[in-house]
């Protein structure tokens, strides 16, 4: 059975092991690929529409698409820019569509995607964090499936195959604890850029790399994983495991934990999603224990990762602070990228900066839709960029 | 809905634990307690029957059937005695059955308890390793299901929870490794009765214990899950895991490790069977990796641990070899208890029991009886016995 496949991010670490993926699984003979997105770099989008065989290719930029269209030339494989196109990209049908743009950008297409009523692999992790309801709700109006994709959450649905959710009593989600694990207070506040983004398991974009290493990838995780899973807040645990081997766990009411394990490979999440319900075999090495030979774990220390606890303030919180504390976070990574804050302030300002919003009544609605997220993430970060400035002259 | 529940083998480690969760779950509001059977200790036994309203109470020596009258003169409660009483008590129909009656003497209850087509839960490991293919054929024939209460194989059990067993490419059984993981052959050699009851980590029958700390144990459990899950021998590991809080692990075609996890508490399994398909609270600690600090993996060496090549022998050699290898093991294990052998003659002296009858064509034969299961039990056991004798001399 042919499948319509698009892949909103396509030249990210995600995008690229979903193409080796469908590459394995007999590409152009198993797919018809729709749409394929990226950023700036086309030469690549344009390599993968080729040997895919896309239909359109669209990079977010409108200064590259000339070289792209160029790149694309006598192929037939339709060229575009900018997120109208992007958009434009996601209305077109499919059977499965990766959301993998970063950020509060990936949020529009894979909710459009939706209306296709078929599978949307989730990568983007700030989809449910700044809308989960808005998502839950797109996807059960039109019939559609949210598999999630990375890589914790992804092991929770695997252990949750067969099992009953209302007799689950912990989430646990595994962190590697970045390369900054054992960093003291001062080490952390005299961090670089370039420190911050050599993540030790996992090779991935800047920002998520930057989110591992303060724990703000954690901390959107645990948001993601009450949003999706719907269950109280206070299930969800975090704990530290540096070699990244399981991949999270579930708990349930007798005691026992289903933990799902493998080596750090992306695709077994990816791999997952294409090939649900079912299991297929994928390029991924079998798990070696014996030539581990041992699995660490220990408690996350709060008090040099404050965004395990803030995330917590998020989920009771519910609403709109998801969206608030994500477009937070995005300007003060921004700021810290760009030298003008320290690693230690993208925490503090987005405290700062939630602690002025959560109590403001709009943020609790429950009814979000898509204007009202985007609105809220704009006045945010216009906020935490004014905080920044704030904090350098002070 | 009150369900109808006997034990066999109540007041081993299993039994007790079996009777605590029987009370825990509501004890005689709960269940009607048909019949209960023991060995020599009738005090408790008559404890137990008295306490759950038993029909019928069952000890294995009739020369404690006096004692075990006495304990439950004015209940009501029948008391009766041998090998004969315990079959007939598994002839009185339930819906629930705990076969933990240890060794070779469980297989005929188990058998009988099958034909009320309710469940068995299965702890008696030499059911399935002496009669896997009658044992199943029967629980077939009658519509009944087997559950296993072995922590392995409840743990693999519970994480095939829906997933199809076609797609899992390893079958890995963890082994604490016992007191003696560590010891050199030298030592091994000289190990004493005293020394191998001793249990690091669970606490079981001596029996047990002995065969863990020889990997007997691990030997038998390789055969069983072979028998119980149908699969080609070859994906079954065993990995040394001396926390015991990985019970085991089932290893899917796409390189995904499914691992049940929990601290070393029988009642994980026992409960699983007892409230299967579902999962009720139960009385046991969560497990807190962080306190516990890592988890340790090493590969099981064959050298110092020749049970486990043995098991493998077994498992390709099928038919009645696991009666064989049973009856040997039990005979060798008698013999080293007497003090009449050392630790590492019975591995020695069953691998020569076996590889005289490994080759006898009807140990090949797939339609295995009951009588025919018995008969090989007892000329294997008078074979070993000779075998010890010999030994002795030499």
Known sequence: MRRRVSIFGSTGSIGCNTVDLLRHQGGVESFDVIALTGGARVDLLARQARELEAEIAVTAYPEHLKTLRQALEGTGIKAAAGPEAIAEAAARETDWTMSAIGGCAGLEPGLISLKHGGILALANKESLVTAGPLMLA??????????????????????????????????????????????????????????????????????????????????????????????????????????????????????????????????????????????????????????????????????????????????MAGGLSGAVFNAAKETAYGAFMARQIGFLDMAALVEQVLSAEIDLCDLKSTTIDLETVLSVDQQVRIKTAEAVKLRQAS
């Open 138 to 315: 797109t996807a059960q109006k039109y019939g559609a499936t949210i598999l999630p994709v990375d890589s914790e959450h992804s092991a929770i649905f695997q252990a949750l195959v067969g099992e009953d959710i209302s007799n689950v009593t912990r989430m646990i989600l595994t962190a590697s604890g970045g390369p900054f694990r054992n960093w003291s207070h001062a080490q952390l506040a005299a961090a670089t850029p370039e420190q911050a983004v050599a993540h030790p398991n996992w090779d991935m974009g800047k920002m998520i790399s930057v989110d591992s290493a303060s724990m703000f990838n954690k901390a959107l995780e645990m948001i993601e994983a009450k949003e999706f899973y719907q269950v109280d807040p206070k299930i969800i645990e975090v704990i530290i495991h540096p070699q990244s081997v399981v991949h999270s766990m579930i708990g349930h009411v007798d005691g026992t934990l289903m933990a799902h394990m493998g080596v750090p490979d992306m695709r077994f999440a990816i791999g997952y999603a294409l090939n649900w319900p079912k299991r297929r075999s994928l390029p991924i090495k079998n798990l070696d224990l014996a030539a581990l030979g041992a699995l660490e774990f220990e408690a996350p220390d709060e008090q040099r990762f404050p965004p395990l606890r803030l995330a917590r303030e998020v989920m």
